[in-house]
C-alpha cells in the first residue's frame, strides 16, 4: 500500500482515514502490541510520506450527514459484538471527502464504498493490493 501512495501523482489521505487507521491500532494494541507496533511504524510511514492530508470542510461535513441518515447505509455505523465494537464506522466519512473532492478513493476494504456506491456514484474505488478498480472513475 505504501509504495501505491508514493507511486500515485495525485494523492491524499482524508482526515477519517487516519482516524480509522489509528482506531485499528489501538484496537490491536488491547490484544496483540507486537502487531499493533508494527501498525503503528506502517501508519508512521505514510504520514511521514509527505502525502497531503485532506482536512474535512464545511461541505464535506454537509455531504457527510446526509449519509449518515441514510437508512441504508446503517450498516455501515459502529456495531459492537460481544461488548466491543467490531468497526470504526469511518467510510462515510471518506466517502463524502471523495463526493466533494471528486477524487477517487484507494483502499483495501471494498466492500463498505461499494454498498455506498449504488446510491451515491463515488468518483472510483480501487484496491491497490488487487490493482483493481471496482468501480472506475468517471
Not at 511521514?48 to 446526509?66: D, F, G, N, Q
Not at 459492537?80 to 484507494?106: M, Y
Request: charged content about 20%; cysteine-free.
Amino acid at each position: 500500500m505504501v509504495s501505491f501512495i508514493e507511486e500515485t501523482k495525485l494523492f491524499y489521505i482524508p482526515g477519517g482515514a487516519l482516524v480509522e487507521l489509528q482506531a485499528d491500532i489501538a484496537r490491536t494494541d488491547a490484544v496483540d502490541p507486537v502487531r499493533a507496533a508494527a501498525q503503528q511504524e506502517w501508519y508512521l510511514r505514510i504520514v511521514r510520506s509527505r502525502i497531503p492530508v485532506k482536512h474535512t470542510t464545511v461541505k464535506m461535513m454537509e455531504v457527510w450527514a446526509v449519509l449518515d441518515v441514510d437508512p441504508r447505509l446503517h450498516s455501515l455505523k459502529l456495531h459492537v459484538k460481544n461488548g466491543k465494537p467490531s468497526r470504526t464506522g469511518h467510510d462515510i466519512h471518506i466517502a463524502a471527502t471523495a463526493l466533494v473532492t471528486q477524487l477517487p478513493i484507494a483502499t483495501m476494504e471494498v466492500e463498505g464504498f461499494a454498498l455506498i456506491n449504488k446510491y451515491f456514484p463515488l468518483p472510483g474505488i480501487y484496491n491497490p493490493i488487487e490493482h483493481r478498480w471496482h468501480s472506475k472513475p468517471a
